[in-house]
T-cell receptor, first 113, second 114 residues
Framework: AQSVSQHNHHVILSEAASLELGCNYSYGGTVNLFWYVQYPGQHLQLLLKYFSGDPLVKGIKGFEAEFIKSKFSFNLRKPSVQWSDTAEYFCAVSGGATNKLIFGTGTLLAVQP | EAGVAQSPRYKIIEKRQSVAFWCNPISGHATLYWYQQILGQGPKLLIQFQNNGVVDDSQLPKDRFSAERLKGVDSTLKIQPAKLEDSAVYLC????????????FGDGTRLSIL
């Protein structure tokens, strides 16, 4: 069955700390991988995506993610977080003709000033 | 570019009542999606339209949920009758046609069933 696992449900960091959020997926065939972010009171927004090519993908606001095919992983990283990064982060996968997104359960990140 | 519009933002009803949600996608986006997001979970696809045709409704509880997109633009999602477990945020998203196109989400409708 197709699924996405996010290992951390809640993460609390201080400003300037480094961030890594884990994401593993189970999906047969070619996949497209996404990280979406939801800031407090706002809608889900695309942070970055991977379709093919360079497995290290750079997104908005200094975020990046690395696709490791052998580990079925797509972890999100940021070298130095800011208070404004406080949000909920969702990993998602799609594939096939319908572009249907399968989401993980999300990780709530709280950055303390 | 205007985003995906949804209404209402909040709705409170009693169980066994009916409710409807409305979505207006980004102009030119042929694909429209309805997701259900239960507290503590990620969004789950209920139904996907390509123009006014249904592409995937495999996870739509068809005994109580229905959705339509008659003119290939706006869409409505209806629940009749509502159950307690339907309490959730209902998200609408749209995307251009094409493999791997990212989806753009609306603010959602938060539904509470009493």
């Amino acid at each position: 069955a197709q699924s996405v696992s996010q290992h951390n449900h809640h993460v609390i960091l201080s400003e300037a700390a480094s961030l890594e959020l884990g994401c593993n997926y189970s999906y047969g065939g070619t996949v497209n991988l996404f990280w979406y972010v939801q800031y407090p009171g706002q809608h889900l927004q695309l942070l970055l995506k991977y379709f093919s090519g360079d497995p290290l993908v750079k997104g908005i606001k200094g975020f990046e993610a690395e696709f490791i095919k052998s580990k079925f992983s797509f972890n999100l990283r940021k070298p130095s977080v800011q208070w404004s990064d406080t949000a909920e982060y969702f990993c998602a996968v799609s594939g096939g003709a319908t572009n249907k997104l399968i989401f993980g359960t999300g990780t709530l990140l709280a950055v303390q000033p | 570019e205007a985003g995906v519009a949804q209404s209402p933002r909040y709705k409170i009803i009693e169980k066994r009542q009916s409710v409807a949600f409305w979505c207006n996608p980004i102009s030119g986006h042929a694909t429209l999606y309805w997701y259900q997001q239960i507290l503590g979970q990620g969004p789950k696809l209920l139904i996907q339209f390509q123009n006014n045709g249904v592409v995937d409704d495999s996870q739509l509880p068809k005994d109580r949920f229905s959705a339509e997109r008659l003119k290939g633009v706006d869409s409505t999602l209806k629940i009749q009758p509502a159950k307690l477990e339907d309490s959730a945020v209902y998200l609408c998203a749209s995307s251009p046609t094409g493999y791997g196109q990212p989806q753009h989400f609306g603010d959602g409708t938060r539904l509470s069933i009493l």
